[in-house]
């Protein structure tokens, strides 16, 4: 019986980095200090590169706010940023922003070496070495990119063999050996740091690969599997061209693949995506491996019927793993136990014979392409059995008026247990004023409005200016998060329709307890 430690891998996160050379993204200060926060204190990733020297003043700035911060929490050595070969410049840059380490950005391929700089090898490692003991003289520790180093390795292995051979004395802490056009397959990372990592077995190699062809985690398990303890990788695979490493895939599939420990907090992983996707403006796909927002959604009855009957569909990627939900999708392919699913979930219990009417509906509009939700069952429900006792609020009538540089105003029109009521108010905008008319109306009835927590429109791609509009927005009602759809051509009445959804909702699940 093997009694032999796990090994422990640790993730360096360059989001902040690399990650903004992704086409039109630029974090603000405040939000790379958000950023590399929540990266070290909450997922507890094991160290962050958070800019490139010199680029300007203001990164400066932001590199100085991060580095005061982790001085006073205790995390300022788990920071880097990414220095050139230019002697003074970036390590003076990086010591007035207060970093204690620089990751040198030396050329990794004799091609780059020779016809970006002019320079040879020879001359390369002298400036390296003028650059690495510059630094060391102003207190920083120093790490050290290989450039294009896969390329550089298939030309011409001589030469990068060579540069590590000329700089191994300088006490440079880690060699980052980047795929930097993600280039290399799984077979071509193992083969090459095995061949690394046995010529040189005294030094210390990080493995920084891109997702070019879509290898980018393959890569990071081989190089894991050839004997790597550093992988590079970015939130939501951030990062130019096709992306880096995504930190979620890497770290799950190391420990899921190849039962390795890392420091991270897996809870916390589809925080810091949403954190992202705010900050950067990159939205990720909604099947994007453990952090999208349809990846443990099971739209197959017979899945549904498979979870039910024990769990046949259930992996270890489980979602309560990452402090996530499954969830059950309505549809043309819904069966049997996707809809008892969501009936559960609301507490809505029905016959058999209910059950099949309701399942019915639900195809057919499936069918025709129509979006459906665990919310929009009682509806379903209600039209399917010709009741009304889930329309318990209905609007007649609302008129909004709005203007440039006034105060918006709505009137409107409601029927509310069976009597016909009046209301207006004004506010912000049109939707602001509707809410203000029907929480007017609604406050003499004890009506608590829940928290409006996310309000998304969506129109068709192409669509035109008189397109349909589908408001989305998402409430808290005293901890329990739901979400409502409305539509229609007029944005501020897709919203109108959409908060009276809610309404009924809660009605209905009031009258529900009542008895």
């Not at 069918?367 to 009682?378: C, R, W």
């Not at 406050?443 to 969506?458: A, G, K, N, Q, S």
């Not at 909702?505 to 307890?513: D, F, K, P, R, Y």
Request: aromatic letters at 6%; proline letters at 2%; hydrophobic letters at 40%.
């Amino acid at each position: 019986m093997s009694t032999a430690k796990p090994r422990h891998i640790s993730l360096l996160d360059t989001t902040l980095r690399d990650g903004e050379q992704t086409q039109g993204v630029s974090f603000s200060a405040n939000e790379k200090v958000n950023i590399a926060r929540a990266l070290l204190q909450s997922l507890k990733v094991d160290r962050i590169e958070v800019a490139s020297a010199c680029v300007s003043e203001g990164e400066q700035k932001a590199v100085a706010q991060i580095t005061a911060w982790a001085s006073e929490a205790g995390f300022v050595d788990q920071i880097e940023v990414l220095g050139f070969v230019d002697y003074k410049r970036s390590v003076d840059w990086i010591v007035k922003a207060g970093g204690k380490v620089i990751n040198l950005l030396a050329k990794g391929s004799e091609k780059h070496c020779r016809q970006q700089l002019g320079k040879t090898l020879e001359s390369h490692s002298a400036d390296i070495a003028r650059t690495v003991e510059y630094a060391q003289s102003q207190g920083l520790r120093a790490n050290m990119y290989l450039e294009d180093w896969s390329n550089g390795y298939n030309d011409s292995k001589d030469y990068v063999f060579g540069l590590v051979n000329a700089t191994k004395h300088l006490g440079i802490g880690h060699y980052l050996l980047p795929d930097t056009l993600g280039l290399m397959s799984p077979q071509e990372v193992a083969s090459a740091l095995t061949d690394m990592m046995s010529s040189f077995p005294e030094q210390v190699f990080d493995f920084h690969p891109h997702n070019d062809y879509g290898l980018a985690t393959a890569n990071a398990l081989a190089a894991v599997t050839a004997g790597i303890d550093t992988i590079h990788c970015t939130i939501n695979c951030l990062g130019e061209r096709a992306g880096n490493a995504s930190l979620a895939e890497v770290a799950v599939a190391l420990r899921d693949k190849l039962d390795m420990t890392l420091s991270i907090d897996e809870s916390r992983i589809a925080v810091l995506s949403r954190m992202v996707e705010n900050f950067s403006n990159k939205w990720i796909a909604a099947n994007t491996p453990i952090v999208g927002a349809d990846v443990f959604t099971q739209t197959a009855g017979i899945h549904a019927d498979g979870d039910m009957k024990g769990d046949l569909y259930v992996t270890n990627l489980g979602p309560e793993r990452f402090a996530r939900k499954r969830t059950y999708a309505l549809g043309k392919m819904s069966g049997k136990a996707s809809l008892i699913n969501n009936l559960d979930e609301l507490g809505i219990s029905l016959s058999e014979e209910d059950q099949a009417k309701v399942l019915k509906r639900v195809v057919q509009l499936g069918d025709s392409k129509q979006n459906i939700t665990a919310e929009d069952l009682p509806f379903i429900i209600a039209d399917v059995m010709q009741s009304k006792d889930i329309h318990y609020i209905t609007l007649l009538n609302c008129y909004i008026n709005s203007g440039l540089n006034v105060d918006s105003t709505a009137s409107i029109r409601v029927e509310l247990e069976g009597k016909e009521l009046q209301s207006s108010g004004s506010g912000n905008g049109g939707f602001d004023a509707f809410m203000a008319a029907i929480s007017t109306l609604l406050h003499e009835r004890d009506f608590v409005m829940p928290i409006l927590t996310d309000y998304e429109v969506h129109i068709p791609r192409g669509g035109k200016t008189d397109a349909l509009t589908e408001c989305v927005i998402s409430w808290n009602d005293n901890g329990h998060e739901f979400k409502t759809r409305g539509v229609d051509a007029n944005q501020v009445l897709a919203a109108v329709k959409s908060t009276m959804r809610m309404i009924n909702i809660l009605l209905h699940q009031a009258s529900e307890m009542a008895d």
